[in-house]
T-cell receptor, first 114, second 116 residues
């Protein structure tokens, strides 16, 4: 079963608009990471947020984490056509034995039209 | 720095045939992962190595899938015999060693397998 569930499944916006997607998870986590996947390519790491952090920024990306609600959001500001991709959240559960055990959600497909 | 290398990029086989995928991680990365990504889904972890030891293979269908990481560097993933439902992209990733996976993973381009 997938720990992280992204919402929405698909998002279509125009260049310059902001894109927001959410990730919900079920068990306590050590950290949560967001990845981007362009069509036919491997995943690229975007940002990591630890369980004791609430917000992180990286360029046009802003990630929030609410551990009480077990949810995270990824905001892409001033989107560009090159941001067209699938975005995945990956969680690492907080257990006594947490080697790896990355769990990816099904992803949000974002299409940015010029 | 060179990224994670995978080969082949594409493979088409008939069901019941066997296939092998190869991965070369980033130099110095002790942790190596194999994922299966079915179209429209997120990657599913199949197996994780720490150096040449298996850390997690709980989702690896061991009756048909096998993987090894000789000398703690390159790795191969084999499917024998293949089934139609094995059609997917097989992704290899690597990261610096670390418990609780605090480190980001670097992914290769993947191998797209089609089983007919």
């Amino acid at each position: 079963s997938q720990q992280g569930e992204e919402d929405p499944q698909a998002l279509s916006i125009q260049e310059g608009e902001n894109a927001t997607m959410n990730c919900s998870y079920k068990t306590s986590i050590n950290n949560l990471q967001w990845y981007r996947q362009n069509s036919g390519r491997g995943l690229v790491h975007l940002i990591l947020i630890r369980s004791n952090e609430r917000e992180k920024h990286s360029g046009r990306l802003r990630v929030t984490l609410d551990t009480s609600k077990k949810s995270s959001s990824l905001l892409i500001t001033a989107s560009r056509a090159a941001d067209t991709a699938s975005y995945f959240c990956a969680t690492v559960p907080m257990t006594t034995d947490s080697w790896g055990k990355f769990q990816f959600g099904a992803g949000t497909q974002v299409v940015v039209t010029p | 720095e060179a990224g994670v290398a995978q080969s082949p990029r594409y493979k088409i086989i008939e069901k019941r045939q066997s296939v092998a995928f190869w991965c070369n991680p980033i130099s110095g990365h002790a942790t190596l992962y194999w994922y299966q990504q079915i179209l429209g889904q997120g990657p599913k972890l199949l197996i994780q190595f720490q150096n040449n030891g298996v850390v997690d293979d709980s989702q690896l269908p061991k009756d048909r899938f096998s993987a090894e990481r000789l000398k703690g560097v390159d790795s191969t993933l084999k499917i024998q015999p293949a089934k139609l439902e094995d059609s997917a992209v097989y992704l290899c990733a690597s990261s610096l060693a670390g418990q609780l996976s605090s480190y980001e993973q670097y992914f290769g381009p993947g191998t797209r397998l089609t089983v007919t």
